[in-house]
């Protein structure tokens, strides 16, 4: 009993582990970008935006197709029309104006209408129903064509749109993901630098409570202690709102905890590529590049567009119908008489003289084709000079990375000299606390310096357009 009892209490903690576990999301910075490339918003909205376009393409599409539309007119006269008839039209004009008289409640005041004058009358029911069904097909129609083409480089744009964005997505994981770890890193110095402060603290206190020492240095130690523990209270709020960041550009909650498997010093080793300094830059291949290609010739289609306008339209249809009348709504009923009728047409649409509108509307569109020429000229120069920054750059960080570890590794070496010196009574707490101050300068230096190496990689990553794995 006490053996199954035991075996229940640790199938319970089991499960507690487990579901804690399921709870909290591991990443590396791989699947980091991975998993932000399907679930961050942006990408999302890109995503959505790529189905649309394929809808407008049909929908476009479909103006070239047969159309079918069906209507139905019902009218219900509250006051019927009268219509004047000509008297001199009736051989019998005083039987005609009796029938009329009797039939619809008329009068000619009882006066004879003169051979000049009218004989009013009501023609048609007081109710009537037109049911029609119509065949529509569009011919020909240039602005038609050009739509078409115009609907496939709509869905090209999305494409690219959301190539772009992952692109924009990857580099934001990465900042976001290194920012977390230097928070953590930065956190994991100061608590070690905290813990040999106080030590030195302890035994400075020892020291000047035998008189061995002045107070000034015990105060000067706590001064450096004193700042020392508010920048770990302010870095663990950085490292909160780091996480919540990294969260964003994952595209989950941000109370979402998550735990990161990849440390700094080894994500440094991984993006420390040197081969990556002498890679060509292939301008054509260039997403932005090829987005600016893809506007002009949007803007060429505009153009067409307003060419095309002042071509001729084609169109034919094909109609069938029936109407029914009567004076009560009797249209359900088995007996009501239905007349059906039938139609068809063609239609051709010429235009002939816009005053000049339709000249104007095409030589706004070709003055929009060539600024954007000029755009994509200022584009190539623009994006071979950000090769050649990104590259620059990401070089200066590696070169920065290796001197500040040169640099931490001296003023770790004169800080432990200096606690030698002040604990033998060689130097004061002010040396003391300058090569303290020192070393703290060049931890930060170094952290920063990893993750400049990291992102400035990321940076030279987009601008070269190198694919996301």
């Known amino acids: 009993m006490k053996k199954y009892i035991k075996n229940v209490f640790i199938l319970f903690f089991v499960s507690i582990i487990v579901n804690a576990q399921e709870k909290v999301l591991h990443l590396s910075m791989e699947d980091a970008i991975n998993y932000a490339i399907k679930n961050n918003y942006d990408n999302k909205v890109a995503a959505k935006n790529i189905d649309a376009a394929k809808e407008r393409k049909w929908e476009t599409t479909t103006i070239g197709l047969p159309q079918i539309n069906g209507k139905v007119d019902y009218q219900y006269w509250l006051k019927q029309q009268i219509s004047l008839l000509p008297a001199a039209a009736f051989d019998n004009r005083e039987s005609v104006i009796q029938t009329v008289e009797e039939f619809f409640g008329l009068t000619a005041n009882g006066s004879p209408v003169p051979p000049e004058g009218f004989i009013p009358l009501v023609f048609g029911t007081k109710q009537s129903i037109n049911a029609s069904v119509t065949l529509s097909q569009l011919i020909f129609d240039g602005s038609y064509l050009v739509g078409l083409q115009s609907a496939k480089t709509y869905l090209k744009i999305s494409e690219q749109a959301k190539e772009k964005t992952e692109l924009s997505t990857r580099e934001a994981v990465v900042n976001a993901y290194g920012n977390v770890l230097v928070a953590e890193k ?100 260039h997403i932005d590049y090829r987005i600016a290609e893809n506007n002009k010739v949007a803007n060429e289609l505009l153009v067409k567009l307003e060419k095309s306008k002042a071509l001729p339209s084609l169109s034919a249809f094909l109609n069938y119908g029936a109407n029914a009348n009567s004076d009560s709504f009797t249209f359900f009923d088995s007996q009501q008489q239905w007349f059906d009728y039938s139609l068809l047409g063609v239609s051709l649409n010429v235009p002939i003289f816009s005053s000049f509108g339709r000249k104007s509307r095409t030589a706004q569109a070709q003055i929009e084709l060539e600024n954007t020429k000029i755009r994509l000229q200022e584009i190539k120069q623009k994006l071979d000079l950000q090769a050649q920054t990104a590259m620059s750059q990401y070089q200066l960080s590696i070169e920065n990375y290796e001197t500040a570890i040169k640099n931490l590794r001296l003023a770790e070496r004169i800080e432990k000299k200096q606690q030698i010196k002040f604990f033998e009574g060689l130097s004061t707490s002010f040396d003391l606390s300058q090569a303290q101050n020192q070393l703290y300068t060049q931890q930060n230096n170094y952290v920063q310096s990893m993750l400049n190496v990291i992102a400035k990689k990321a940076q030279l990553e987009t601008a070269l357009n190198i694919p996301i794995k």
Do not use: C, H, P, W
């Open 186 to 285: 930065t956190l994991e110095i100061l608590e070690r630098n905290k813990r040999v402060l106080s030590n030195n603290l302890n035994e400075t206190k020892k020291i000047f409570e035998n008189g061995l020492t002045e107070e000034e240095n015990v105060e000067q130690l706590q001064i450096t202690l004193g700042n020392l523990e508010s920048n770990i209270n302010n870095t663990k709020r950085l490292k909160g709102i780091a996480y919540q960041m990294l969260n964003i550009a994952l595209g989950i909650d941000i109370n979402k905890e998550l735990a990161l498997t990849d440390n700094l010093e080894e994500l440094v080793l991984r993006n420390t590529d040197l081969e990556l300094l002498s890679k060509k830059f292939n301008l054509e291949n």
